[in-house]
């Protein structure tokens, strides 16, 4: 169980039961006590309510609910007996998953490439590189080469060029930066598993979004950092809950909330600049550092050219507590292996000189196509990028109702993905089903820090719009092989898919 437990109060609790809905026959024909459990475990599965968050007491939920105390506590009793609820007499009672749940944290891993013909890859949320302009960047850079070639080649805070490049594209995006707040990493990961490195201890907290991205969640595990996820609030728009962040923040004073206000990947979702600024204030009085990651912050593929865009995060910071990572991975291409950090020149330097014992440096050729790119080809390969994200998204928000009506998605005004909930499917079933039936697909437990979000899976945007017809049809046919070998009962029969 987690070692910080947030408490849900009788009203918090009461409201997320208002937005749990269940299947509609079913709530019909169930007691009380069942709907209630049902609920509560809908809320456990989907991520809203965190793995190990302290439950009212019954008499207190029975008031706040007009209950009567014995239909509390038989749902929590019913909740008990299926694994969604640990109690210790005199303690209280914590959400939990039942054991045998699909474990989180398995990495994704991209389909070999033996296996390509075969199997389509929705695993993967990253683009093919832009052409022609990336081969033309890549002939320009080996022109440059020589330059670089009659020098030693280590550069552990990057090559000036590109160093200069991604600070002009902050000083472009509002945020006025030099040079020396760069340090370039090999790919957003090598930042983020730097920075985890230097600043994370083993055993100290850090807040994440619930769900989050699974690659940045299992780094963390790895580095030993205890998660504390934060759950979103989805109606109306996906955006993150205030309360819970202040709520995390003041009482598990976390080391670091690690976020991905724009274009959040999984959700899509980009987070207004009010918003921002709370979550910096209440890290602030917190002490708690904000690791802003920014890899998808230029693909808001569905907000107007003439919309401003938020601040970044950094932007609105006044007491350097926020770092930033970014990466050329999204909207130019992953395997250039380019990402950056955007911090306090003293703490570029302190990474820098720690990073010697990892990668060492970035590979100059890399640094000189991406330093290439980000000049002035930029605003073609953005729109470029940009309309093919869109032609996806909108050739999946056609096929997937008509074919999965029982699937839904909130509507992203960007990023990589969709993050659908699929009507009480397991994601992890359909994904273990999917590598036999030539799909892969990324379950969304991956997404949450505790094993949440079982009924959910995401869909990246990344594959060309003329691939989602065939794409929306192996998923509808494993969707109707899960649903004829038993519905996994969104709250209902804690049944295993016969798939
Ligand atoms: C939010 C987020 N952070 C980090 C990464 C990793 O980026 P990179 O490929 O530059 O390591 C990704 C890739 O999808 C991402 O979506």
């Known amino acids: 169980m987690a070692d910080w437990h947030t408490t849900v109060t009788p ?59 014995t239909t509390v506590a038989t749902a929590y009793e019913t909740l008990r007996g299926d694994g969604y609820l640990l109690s210790r007499r005199g303690a209280g009672s914590w959400t939990a998953l039942p054991e045998g749940a699909p474990p989180p944290g398995d990495a994704l891993r991209p389909v070999p490439p033996d296996e390509q013909g075969r199997i389509l890859d929705l695993g993967v949320a990253a683009l093919p590189a832009p052409q022609p302009w990336t081969g033309q960047a890549a002939a320009r850079a080996v022109e440059l080469l020589p330059q670089y070639a009659a020098g030693h080649g280590h550069y552990p805070t990057g090559v000036p060029v590109l160093r200069e490049a991604v600070a002009r594209r902050y000083t472009e995006r509002g945020l006025p930066t030099a040079p020396d707040q ?96 709370e979550l910096l204030a209440a890290a602030r009085a917190a002490g708690s550092i904000v690791l802003a990651d920014e890899t998808t912050a230029e693909l808001g593929w569905g907000v107007p050219e003439s919309t401003p865009l938020p601040r970044p995060m950094a932007a609105l910071d006044r ?7 970014g990466s050329a991975g999204k909207l130019l291409w992953g395997g250039l ?26 590979p100059v050729l890399d640094q000189l196509i991406a330093a290439e790119l980000l000049g002035e080809p930029l605003p073609d390969v953005r729109a470029h990028q940009l309309d093919r994200l869109r032609a996806t998204a909108h050739a999946f928000a056609a096929a997937l109702p008509e074919h999965l009506p029982d699937w839904s998605f909130p509507a992203p005004p960007g990023g990589l993905a969709l993050w659908v909930s699929t009507g009480g499917l ?8 999917g590598e036999h039936a030539g799909i892969r697909i990324a379950a969304g437990n991956r997404f949450g820090a505790d094993g949440a979000f079982e009924h959910h899976i995401r869909i990246p945007l990344t594959v060309p719009a003329p691939a989602v017809p065939a794409a929306v049809e192996r998923l509808a046919a494993l969707a109707a092989r899960a649903a004829t070998g038993g519905r996994l009962g ?3 029969e804690a049944q295993p898919l016969a798939i």
Request: aromatic share 6%; hydrophobic share 45%.
């Open 182 to 277: 760069i340090l370039i990493t090999t790919g957003a990961m090598g930042g983020l598993h730097l920075v985890q490195r230097v600043l994370v201890g083993r055993g100290d907290r850090v807040a994440v979004e619930a769900p989050s991205y699974a690659h940045t969640l299992q780094a963390l595990r790895i580095t030993g950092a205890r998660l504390v996820p934060v759950p979103y609030e989805y109606a109306p728009q996906p955006r993150w809950d205030l309360e819970e962040w202040q709520r995390v923040l003041r009482g598990a004073a976390p080391k670091m909330a690690y976020v991905i206000p724009d274009f959040h990947n999984p959700t899509g979702t980009l987070i207004d600049e009010e918003q921002r600024r």
């Open 11 to 69: 009203p918090a609790l009461a409201r997320l039961l208002a937005t749990a809905r269940l299947p509609e026959p079913a709530t019909a024909r169930r007691p009380a006590y069942r709907t209630l459990a049902g609920q509560i475990r809908l809320l456990v599965t989907e991520g809203r309510l965190p793995v190990g968050a302290r439950l009212p007491a019954e008499r207190e939920l029975a008031t706040a609910l007009e209950l009567s105390r």
């Open 490 to 492: 969104a709250a209902d």
């Open 319 to 325: 007491s350097a507590q926020v770092i930033t990572v």
């Open 337 to 362: 292996r380019i990402g950056w950090v955007r911090a306090a020149p003293a703490l570029v330097r302190r990474l820098a000189g720690e990073r010697v014992y990892g990668d060492s440096g970035t």
């Open 426 to 433: 397991s994601g992890a079933a359909l994904a273990r089903a």
